[in-house]
C-alpha cells in the first residue's frame, strides 16, 4: 500500500509544482484563465505558494503520517476552491482541478490506509 502511496503522492507534487511554476512564471496559457474565474493578479502567487506547499507537504509526509494526511487534505480544499471558482464564474473548463481534486483524494485515502 507504500508504494501506491509514494506514486500517488510523487504524481501529485509534480503536477503541482508544474501548475505553481506556470503561475509564478506568468504562462499565457494559465493567466488569463485564472482572471476569467475572478482571481485578481495580485493573488496569483500566493495560489502558487498554496501549491508548492501541498507538494513539499505530499513529499515530507511519505515520512511524517499527519504532515501526509494535512497536506492531502489541504490540496483537496485548495481543489474544491478551484472547482467553485471555475462554476461560480460559469466556466465550464473545471475538469483538470476536478481531476486533480480526485487524485488528491485518492492521495488521502492511500495515505491514511498506509500509516
Do not use: C
Amino acid at each position: 500500500m507504500f508504494i501506491a502511496t509514494l506514486v500517488v503522492s510523487v504524481l501529485l507534487a509534480v503536477a503541482l509544482t508544474f501548475s505553481a511554476i506556470g503561475k509564478l512564471t506568468k504562462n499565457p496559457s494559465v493567466i488569463p484563465m485564472l482572471e476569467q474565474v475572478g482571481v485578481p493578479a495580485d493573488k496569483i502567487p500566493w495560489l502558487a505558494y498554496a501549491e508548492i506547499l501541498g507538494a513539499i507537504g505530499l513529499l515530507v509526509g511519505l515520512l511524517v503520517w499527519p504532515i501526509g494526511v494535512a497536506a492531502a487534505v489541504g490540496v483537496i480544499l485548495y481543489f474544491v476552491g478551484a472547482v467553485a471558482a471555475h462554476l461560480r464564474a460559469k466556466d465550464k473548463d473545471f475538469a483538470p482541478a476536478a481531476g486533480l481534486a480526485v487524485f488528491a483524494v485518492v492521495a488521502l485515502v492511500l495515505r491514511v490506509l498506509s500509516a
